[in-house]
């Protein structure tokens, strides 16, 4: 909730400057879904879906937490994909922290994606069914297609940094 709140939505310098970093992030984002889908046998839905209501649907947000949340969502988050996401990362935080969960051994299905809003707020899904990022498209594929064991990039501010110094041209997609 903490991150969810220092993100500024509607960074156009952010998602310029960012573009690139923002695109593998949202590579990585799929990569890790597709990997949590695999395990609960499909996703309910495709490409963001309720990781946590998937795996323990009795699990609950702190009401207080879910009133600052809902509130947060109303007064600063437009889209609907990005308030779905902020919900589903929050739920997924509180099932993580919960005493005695024991999840698969997979990484954190929303850090890509908390990362990538940190670096310039909610991306665009364009007619063609892709992530738009200033004109570097990540297409969404089917969730099987997305399966890897590599992750896309690693997630450390260097690594991304040097992804958006070298630009378009550090991305390239098998």
Known sequence: ??????????????????????????????????LWAEVLGGPPRWPYFDVAGALAPDVRVDPEVAER????????????????????????????DTPGVQLP?????????????????????DDSRAFNFANIRVQINLWREHLSAEPATALDPDTLDALDREGRASFHRG
């Open 1 to 34: 909730m903490e991150r969810l709140v220092d993100i500024n939505w509607v960074s156009m310098e952010g998602r310029n400057a960012h573009a690139t970093s923002r695109a593998w992030l949202m590579v990585e984002y799929l990569r890790r879904a597709a």
């Open 69 to 96: 949340l809902e509130k947060y969502i109303e007064e600063h988050v437009d889209g609907v994909s990005a308030e779905f996401v902020c919900r589903a990362a929050v739920r997924w935080a509180t099932l993580r």
């Open 105 to 125: 051994d997979l990484p954190d299905p929303f850090e890509p994606l908390i990362l990538m809003y940190e670096r310039g707020g909610e991306v665009i899904i």
